[in-house]
C-alpha cells in the first residue's frame, strides 16, 4: 500500500511508547510504530487530539506529555490532511471510560463565605470549583447566631443533622463537614490532581496533590461453564470464556 485517500488508522500496528532518558521522568516519550503506508503521511494523536504529524518514512515521534495518563494513536493520511484533525472522525475523542475521581475536603469554621475548593490538573487546569459553603448555610459559631435554633451543637438551624453528613468529620456536634468533588477523567492511566482551597483575592491554600489511577472494569465473559462439581468439598469447577 502507497498512500490512503483519507485518514486512517487500519494498515498503522506496533505502536510501543518508551520514555527518554533526558528530561524528568515521564515527561519525553519515543513513540515508535509501523506502518504499511509507504507514502503516506503519520499523524500521532494523545487524549483525543492531534500532536504531530511527520512524512514517509518516518516510524517514530518525540513526544512530551504534559500528564502520566496518555491515549496514543498513530494514523496515517495522505500529505494534504497531515495538519487535519481528525480525532472526531477516528473515534479518538479522548472519552476514555467516564471514570470519575472523588476527591474531598473537610470544611471548618476557619473556611468562609466565598472560599471554595478547587481541583486542578497538572497543568493547572480548574477541572472544579464549588463554594465551600453554600450560600443558604451560615459557617458561624456557638453563640453567633439565633443560639437554640437549630440542632444540638450548632446554633444556626441549616444543620444536616446527626448522621447526615461525613460522622466525626467536622466540629463536635455537627457531622456534615465533608465536601466531595467529582473529577472526570478522561483518559486511562495514572493522573496527578491538585487539590486546595482558595479564597477571593488570595493565593491557594492547603494544597494537596492526589495520584488517581483510571482502569477500565475487566470484559464481561462471553460464556460460563460448569466443568465439575466436587460434592465432598462443594467445590465447583467453571470455565469462562472471553466475550
Known amino acids: 500500500m502507497t498512500t490512503p485517500t483519507t485518514h486512517t488508522l487500519s494498515g498503522v500496528r506496533g505502536l ?3 520514555p527518554l532518558p533526558d528530561g524528568p521522568p515521564g515527561a519525553r516519550w519515543r513513540v515508535g510504530f509501523e506502518s504499511d503506508w509507504t507514502g503516506a503521511w503519520h499523524q500521532l494523536y494523545a487524549n483525543g487530539r492531534l500532536v ?4 514517509p518514512g518516518v516510524r517514530a515521534f518525540v513526544h512530551a506529555a504534559d ?3 496518555q491515549q496514543l494513536a498513530v494514523a496515517a493520511c495522505p500529505e494534504g490532511l497531515a495538519d487535519i484533525d481528525a480525532a472526531g472522525a477516528l473515534g479518538l475523542d479522548g472519552d476514555g471510560g467516564g471514570w470519575l475521581a472523588r476527591p ?6 476557619a473556611h468562609w463565605r466565598g472560599d471554595a475548593l478547587e481541583v486542578a490538573d497538572e497543568a493547572g487546569r480548574v477541572l472544579f470549583r464549588e463554594p465551600l459553603w453554600p450560600a443558604n448555610q451560615p459557617p458561624w459559631g456557638f ?4 443560639l437554640g435554633g437549630g440542632g444540638f451543637g450548632y446554633d444556626g438551624s441549616l444543620a444536616p443533622g446527626l448522621g447526615h453528613g461525613a460522622c466525626g468529620a467536622g466540629p463536635f456536634g455537627f457531622d ?10 478522561t483518559v486511562e492511566g495514572r493522573c496527578r490532581l ?3 482551597t482558595v479564597r477571593p483575592g488570595h493565593p491557594p491554600t492547603d494544597e494537596t496533590t492526589l495520584t488517581v489511577l483510571a482502569t477500565p472494569p475487566p470484559p464481561p465473559a462471553g460464556a460460563l461453564s460448569l466443568l465439575d462439581y466436587d460434592a465432598d468439598s462443594d467445590r465447583i469447577t467453571l470455565a469462562i470464556e472471553k466475550g
Open 67 to 69: 500528564s502520566a495518563a
Open 104 to 109: 474531598a475536603v473537610v470544611r471548618a469554621l
Open 176 to 185: 456534615g463537614q465533608l465536601l466531595r468533588a467529582e473529577v472526570p477523567l
Open 194 to 196: 491538585r487539590v486546595r
Open 143 to 146: 453563640g453567633h447566631d439565633a
Open 16 to 18: 510501543r511508547a518508551s
Open 52 to 55: 504531530a504529524s511527520a512524512g
